[in-house]
């Protein structure tokens, strides 16, 4: 199987119906995922002290939380192998309920990790083994919801389908956020401090059980039993073949994905400790507000992904993945320098991360062969997940107590590239440019139609 090799175009469903219900369990799923995953890093400054201490040597418990934070994404790679191949050969459902029952599974066990005081380093090493499970299960929960949405999307819907998909992420980080700006109002810091954190593990645990039961009713995608019944008999290629014969799309997906997770981790995660850093705004507050910009966000995404149905794939990725190239920078230094407010800042930044987001999952799902899509595309992302999305806090962490913060929007802005030479790389992809032709003649040949 070459890089040539077809992808089996995607038909209307007349149960438009059952399309909503799939799409539903994949963002459900993207939802609680994306919670279970970023409670921990909106939560690590107020657990760091309770689990990891209060730092010997110079290392401090909150860089000690983002260790673990980053640990969790090394697993990714291997997780993403492992229910990857599952997922092609027994299929996304599958791959998707076990994924978040995994996840839940480890949110709970770090809800009730006893603190250092009660068992002492003890507490720091069970967190980093729930943190490593987790991760195993997300590097292959990711690639199986965005394999599962590219083959039950209908064509001319496709980019909303993965901008809704995509935005289950956005609305899990909002949750996240919710939940800090609730346990704040309510105990306080102090409160978190003190074993208030807790409450927040204990809510995603409950929420992934919640997913997992949506998910017991989702259909299977029926392009992956029609690619199972085409080569049930035949030997799958070794995967570092594989990777060699879809190398554009491999690389395609290492851009897209660079520029993704580090804008990502940084506008809607790390901004508002960013900002404290340089005392532009309480650390608390600037939490608090985080909430609105997800709001803006996920409204940014659903717009982008409906752009893409109607205007076309390539004509809105390179104005979205253009933009952010120049304007980071200058936005950062407008909040350093006090002529641009937090608020104005987030918000602007959230909108750049949104244009690159709405259209991901399918962008990257269209790469790959139905056979090998959420193994193929599962490593490469998680891969480069790890690299560069789950270090950043830590590599953030790291720069502010050196006093080098002022090195993060030069490599921001060199990560945002990525998108934008993603674009030129896609195209080489003889089955990605076939595709993306083919929703664009649906949609003119059909418009309005379900």
Same mark, same amino acid.
Not at 16 to 38: K, P, Q, Y
Not at 286 to 291: C, D, K, L
Not at 296 to 318: H, I, N, Q, S, W
């Given at each position: 199987?070459?890089?040539?090799?077809?992808?089996?175009?995607?038909?209307?469903?007349?149960?438009?119906?059952?399309?909503?219900?799939?799409?539903? $369990?994949?963002?459900?799923?993207?939802?609680?995922?994306?919670?279970?995953?970023?409670?921990?890093?909106?939560?690590?400054?107020?657990?760091?002290?309770?689990?990891?201490?209060?730092?010997?040597?110079?290392?401090?418990?909150?860089?000690?939380?983002?260790?673990? %934070?980053?640990?969790?994404?090394?697993?990714? +790679?291997?997780?993403?192998?492992?229910?990857?191949?599952?997922?092609?050969?027994?299929?996304?459902?599958?791959?998707?309920?076990?994924?978040?029952?995994?996840?839940? #599974? #480890?949110?709970?066990?770090?809800?009730?990790?006893?603190?250092?005081?009660?068992? /002492?380093?003890?507490?720091?090493?069970?967190?980093?083994?729930?943190?490593?499970?987790?991760?195993?299960?997300?590097?292959?929960?990711?690639?199986?919801?965005?394999?599962?949405?590219?083959?039950?999307?209908?064509?001319?819907?496709?980019?909303?389908?993965?901008?809704?998909?995509?935005?289950?992420?956005?609305?899990?980080?909002?949750?996240? %956020?919710?939940?800090?700006?609730?346990?704040?109002?309510?105990?306080?810091?102090?409160?978190?401090?003190?074993?208030?954190?807790?409450?927040?593990?204990?809510?995603?645990?409950?929420?992934?059980?919640?997913?997992?039961?949506?998910?017991?009713?989702?259909?299977?995608?029926?392009?992956?039993?029609?690619?199972?019944?085409?080569?049930?008999?035949?030997?799958?290629?070794?995967?570092?073949?594989?990777?060699?014969?879809?190398?554009?799309?491999?690389?395609?997906?290492?851009?897209?994905?660079?520029?993704?997770?580090?804008?990502?981790?940084?506008?809607?995660?790390?901004?508002?400790?960013?900002?404290?850093?340089?005392?532009?705004?309480?650390?608390?507050?600037?939490?608090?507000?985080?909430?609105?910009?997800?709001?803006?966000? !996920?409204?940014?995404?659903?717009?982008?992904?409906? $752009?893409?149905?109607? %205007?076309?794939?390539?004509?809105?990725?390179?104005?979205?993945?253009?933009?952010?190239?120049?304007?980071?920078?200058?936005?950062?230094?407008?909040?350093?320098?006090?002529?641009?407010?937090?608020?104005?800042?987030?918000?602007?930044?959230?909108?750049?991360? #949104?244009?690159?987001?709405?259209?991901?999952?399918?962008?990257?799902?269209?790469?790959?062969?139905?056979?090998?899509?959420?193994?193929?595309?599962?490593?490469?992302?998680?891969?480069?997940?790890?690299?560069?999305?789950?270090?950043? +806090?830590?590599?953030?962490?790291?720069?502010?107590?050196?006093?080098?913060? /002022?090195?993060?929007?030069?490599?921001?802005?060199?990560?945002? !590239?990525?998108?934008?030479?993603?674009?030129?790389?896609?195209?080489?992809?003889?089955?990605?440019?076939?595709?993306?032709?083919?929703?664009?003649?649906?949609?003119?040949?059909?418009?309005?139609?379900?």
């Amino acid at each position: 199987m070459t890089e040539s090799s077809a992808v089996t175009p995607l038909r209307d469903s007349p149960e438009t119906g059952g399309r909503r219900r799939e799409l539903a $369990a994949a963002t459900v799923g993207s939802v609680v995922e994306s919670f279970d995953w970023n409670i921990y890093a909106v939560l690590a400054p107020y657990f760091a002290a309770d689990l990891f201490g209060h730092g010997k040597h110079g290392i401090s418990g909150v860089l000690g939380a983002y260790v673990t %934070f980053a640990v969790g994404f090394v697993a990714r +790679p291997v997780g993403s192998y492992l229910i990857g191949r599952l997922s092609d050969t027994r299929g996304r459902r599958f791959a998707l309920s076990l994924g978040m029952a995994v996840i839940a #599974a #480890a949110s709970l066990g770090i809800a009730a990790v006893p603190g250092q005081r009660a068992i /002492g380093v003890w507490a720091a090493v069970l967190a980093v083994l729930a943190r490593v499970v987790q991760g195993l299960a997300f590097g292959g929960e990711a690639p199986s919801v965005a394999a599962y949405v590219t083959e039950t999307a209908p064509p001319r819907h496709r980019f909303a389908f993965s901008s809704v998909s995509y935005g289950g992420i956005i609305l899990g980080s909002l949750l996240s %956020f919710g939940v800090l700006t609730l346990l704040i109002h309510t105990i306080g810091k102090s409160g978190l401090e003190n074993g208030g954190w807790r409450w927040g593990f204990m809510v995603a645990a409950l929420l992934g059980l919640a997913a997992v039961w949506v998910r017991r009713w989702a259909p299977e995608s029926a392009e992956f039993h029609r690619a199972r019944a085409r080569t049930a008999t035949a030997a799958r290629p070794p995967f570092l073949r594989m990777l060699r014969e879809h190398r554009w799309a491999v690389l395609t997906v290492f851009l897209n994905t660079l520029g993704g997770t580090v804008g990502y981790y940084f506008a809607l995660v790390y901004l508002p400790q960013y900002a404290a850093a340089y005392h532009v705004i309480d650390k608390e507050q600037a939490a608090s507000f985080m909430t609105v910009v997800l709001g803006v966000v !996920l409204a940014t995404m659903l717009l982008t992904g409906a $752009a893409a149905d109607r %205007f076309g794939l390539l004509p809105v990725a390179r104005l979205g993945f253009a933009l952010p190239i120049p304007l980071v920078g200058l936005l950062l230094a407008g909040l350093r320098q006090g002529w641009l407010p937090f608020q104005v800042v987030a918000v602007l930044l959230g909108m750049l991360v #949104a244009t690159v987001l709405g259209t991901l999952n399918v962008f990257t799902g269209l790469l790959f062969p139905t056979e090998v899509r959420a193994v193929g595309l599962g490593v490469v992302n998680a891969a480069t997940i790890a690299a560069f999305g789950g270090t950043f +806090p830590l590599l953030a962490e790291w720069l502010s107590g050196r006093h080098w913060l /002022g090195v993060i929007p030069g490599y921001v802005t060199l990560c945002t !590239l990525g998108p934008a030479l993603g674009l030129l790389t896609a195209v080489k992809v003889p089955s990605f440019a076939t595709a993306v032709r083919e929703a664009q003649t649906g949609a003119r040949r059909s418009p309005g139609t379900a």
